[in-house]
């Protein structure tokens, strides 16, 4: 059996290519006209691969690494083999990916799993439905009345478009997601398994709890990513908004009500409760949890498991739970450790008093 190569290798770049494309300076005595087809990490790396090298502390994989060509700064590159092809950048990360985008444009959004264009067999389209030219459908896909789709979307197979959904142009649908009470923008990913405009969680408590009617709709804009098996529920009274750039992980759930701003980042297994709002260039670590009608300020940054329950200004840094300023935090992990040693301590004189 081979192995499959599930990225087409393209026709490469040359090392002067690179250059150009990055804005790169090659170091004197580089081969420009070596081809690289490929990124690799150091270990893995041979003569078509491009590599990276930011930190000192990977310095030592240099040593055996059999690399074409590498993105480096100039404080780096004297421990860089001569071997290997230098291009000098300010930020090599940055670079690398603009490299690693060239060479692999067909993995910058999924496309249609069974290989199709247009409307595939067993795909189902209702005739009210308005696909624009361009628009590719998987099998059994389902796409309903008054849908609207625009040029170079892709449907993967088992997708759900319900009635009324507007969705832009070149987007991308996962397999298995269902998008309904939804308008989605331009440039919008949304990965496998996604449910984008079920109900919200709204209940009148009771003896016999009451439904409150989810009225809303979620508006998804221009160039948003939704990761694999994330949930946004549609708003009850507002709609539930996800602003433009924003970058969602895989299992985030967003509840009704909620307006993320633009460019935001939301790592996996965030959870953000009813009519909470996180502004613009806002950044949320894994598994952090927001209450209901916080706001999380423009440009704030929240640690990785952090307990959100008030709210978080403009800027700021903060972690922990309940969450707080990013010092006070460390200030009270530390002092809690220095606690915990002391009660050890006292701990350990007071068996051994006893055992005189």
């Known amino acids: 059996m081979t192995e499959p190569m599930f990225f087409k290798r393209e ?8 250059a150009t494309l990055t804005g790169a300076e090659p170091r004197r005595g580089a081969r ?13 790396a041979g003569p078509d691969h491009l590599i990276f090298l930011d930190k000192p502390r990977y310095i030592d994989g240099l040593a055996t690494t059999h690399a074409g060509a590498c993105l480096t700064t100039e404080r780096l590159e004297a421990h860089v083999p001569p071997h290997i092809a230098v291009l000098r950048i300010r930020e090599p990360y940055r670079a690398f990916v603009t490299v690693a985008r060239s060479l692999f444009p067909g993995s910058l959004r999924p496309s249609s799993m069974f290989e199709a264009s247009g409307i595939a067999p067993g795909a189902f389209v209702h005739p009210a439905a308005r696909l624009e030219n361009g628009v590719t459908v998987d099998p059994g896909a389902v796409i309903g009345p008054r849908a609207e789709i ?12 319900a ?10 649908i996962g397999a298995h997601a269902s998008i309904m009470h939804a308008l989605i923008g331009d440039r919008v990913t949304i990965h ?4 984008i405009g079920q109900d919200g969680f709204g209940f009148l408590p009771g003896a016999k709890h009451q439904k409150v009617p989810q009225l809303r709709r979620v508006i998804v804009q221009d160039d948003v ?18 602003g433009e750039g924003s970058k969602i992980d895989n299992l985030v759930h967003i509840a009704h009500n909620v307006l993320i701003g633009r460019h935001c980042i939301l790592a996996g297994q965030v959870g953000i409760s009813g009519s909470a709002t996180v502004e613009d260039y806002a950044m949320l670590g894994g598994q952090v949890g927001v ?16 307990g959100i329950v008030g709210q978080v200004p403009a800027g700021a840094r903060w972690g922990g739970y309940p969450a707080r300023p990013h010092t006070e935090w460390m200030r009270t992990t530390v002092l809690l450790r220095q606690m915990v040693r002391r009660e050890k301590r006292g701990a350990t004189a007071d068996n051994e008093g006893d055992g005189e």
């Open 11 to 18: 026709a490469g770049l040359t090392v002067g290519e690179i």
């Open 32 to 44: 420009l006209d070596h081809r690289i087809t490929d990124i690799a990490p150091f270990e893995r």
């Open 150 to 161: 625009g040029a170079g979307t892709v449907i993967a197979a088992g997708a759900v478009i």
């Open 163 to 172: 009635p009324d959904v507007r969705i832009g142009r070149d987007c991308a």
């Open 192 to 195: 496998p398994g996604c449910r």
């Open 225 to 242: 990513e939704i990761g694999a098996n994330s949930t946004i529920d549609r708003g009850a009274i507002r709609d539930t908004v996800i």
């Open 291 to 306: 209450a209901d009608h916080v706001v999380v300020g423009e440009g704030a940054a929240v640690a990785a498991q952090s």
